[in-house]
């Protein structure tokens, strides 16, 4: 159980153009969904924590304008990456918290998308 | 604010020998303590987790830690290593009260030789 998708696992864009990745919950709800980035060797990075039906939580230093984060329903949420430029080339990893845990305190992580900004 | 430190950001170690992956933390409030494997281009997976009680949490794989308080620690260890652990190793930190919001630690990649 609590397995998380995303899609696509790989994705390359030109310069300006947006990329959607997707985040699924399988076999569970989830209130609470967060979106990382990390980096070659480096460690993960908190970009936003999203909410079923409200708005998102940036962390300090992202730019909501940029990184689009949908959660419309309790198994999908989706970044969108809007006029990508290469150095927003990265590994972006969502993971899920739960539904009805109240404050749970684990998080089931999606595989992660590899976007490529050329 | 809370931080994690991993001390060794590379660790190599011979099949079949102890493996010790350190992790120290900093939190104002008790903590919960994770910690995560990562295989590359893949998302984590949870090792094990350390949120109240017996201070010893045994993981899947044969991996345990123990959460030390007056050392603000939670190595990570296996007693006999296996090619397969070979991977990177995430310690992490959330406050219980902060709705799981996860701090990493920066990781460290464990080489396993024969």
């Known amino acids: 159980g609590a397995v998380v998708s995303q899609h696509p696992s790989r994705v390359i864009c030109k310069s300006g153009t947006s990329v959607k990745i997707e985040c699924r919950s399988l076999?569970?709800?989830?209130?609470?969904m967060f979106w990382y980035r990390q980096f070659p060797k480096q460690s993960l990075m908190l970009m936003a924590t999203?909410?079923?039906?409200?708005?998102?939580?940036?962390e300090q230093g992202v730019e909501k304008d940029k990184f689009l984060i949908n959660h419309a329903s309790l198994t999908l949420s989706t970044l969108t990456v809007t006029s990508a430029h290469p150095e927003d080339s990265s590994f972006y990893i969502c993971?899920?918290?739960?539904?009805?845990?109240?404050?749970?305190?684990?998080?089931?992580f999606g595989p992660g998308t590899r976007l490529t900004v050329t | 604010a809370q931080s994690v430190t991993q001390l060794g950001s590379h660790v190599s170690v011979s099949e079949g020998a102890l493996v010790l992956l350190r992790c120290n933390y900093s939190?104002?409030?008790?903590?919960?303590l994770f910690w995560y494997v990562q295989y590359p281009n893949q998302g984590l997976q949870l090792l094990l987790k350390?949120?109240?009680?017996?201070?010893l949490v045994k993981g899947i794989n044969g991996f345990e830690a123990e959460f030390k308080k007056s050392e603000t620690s939670f190595h990570l260890t296996k007693p006999s290593a296996h090619m397969s652990d070979a991977a990177e190793y995430f310690c992490?930190?959330?406050?219980?009260?902060?709705?799981?919001?996860?701090?990493f630690g920066t990781g460290t990649r464990l080489q396993v030789t024969l």
């Open positions: 992490a930190v959330s406050d219980p009260g902060t709705a799981s919001k996860l701090t």
């Open positions: 993971s899920a918290r739960v539904y009805g845990q109240g404050l749970s305190y684990e998080q089931y």
């Open positions: 350390y949120t109240t009680g017996a201070t």
């Open positions: 999203s909410n079923e039906g409200s708005k998102a939580t940036y």
């Open positions: 076999d569970f709800q989830a209130t609470t």
């Open positions: 939190s104002s409030v008790p903590p919960y």
